[in-house]
């Protein structure tokens, strides 16, 4: 995994401790700072692969959603108030909210590769 790291989100949040929000200078990764908890990061291709928003859940009902994203980047980043993020994708989706549970989920289940 990527060790530089750039495109720093600070966030002044009262959530769980959280410190920062950090996108790889390759986009192909999402590190979440929080102390004292070790750092998750979640790879682009699995946090699209873990959209839950209703484009992506129609999609999964009519088995349209493709079996991994390999490739995908991350283009944008965003605060959702103080419960987690939306996150853009180089593919054009940008409809998923993460919150902050979520993101701690798909970092337990150990499916925080790159390519998703």
Not at 25 to 30: G, M, N, T, V
Not at 61 to 79: H, K, M, Q, Y
Not at 105 to 112: C, L, N, Q, S, V
Request: aromatic share 8%; net charge negative; with cysteine.
């Amino acid at each position: 995994m990527s060790q530089a790291l750039a495109q720093t989100f600070l966030s002044n949040a009262p959530l769980s401790a959280l410190d920062r929000i950090v996108c790889s200078d390759d986009s192909i990764e999402l590190r979440l700072v929080w102390s004292p908890q070790p750092d998750i990061i979640i790879g682009a291709g699995t946090l699209r692969a873990a959209c839950k928003c209703a484009h992506c859940i129609r999609a999964r009902i009519d088995e349209r959603f493709p079996a991994n994203f390999d490739g995908v980047s991350i283009t944008e980043i965003t605060l959702m108030g103080n419960f987690g993020i939306n996150v853009a994708f180089s593919d054009g989706h940008a409809r998923g909210i993460y919150p902050w549970p979520f993101l701690q989920e798909i970092a337990a289940r150990g499916d925080t590769s790159t390519s998703g």
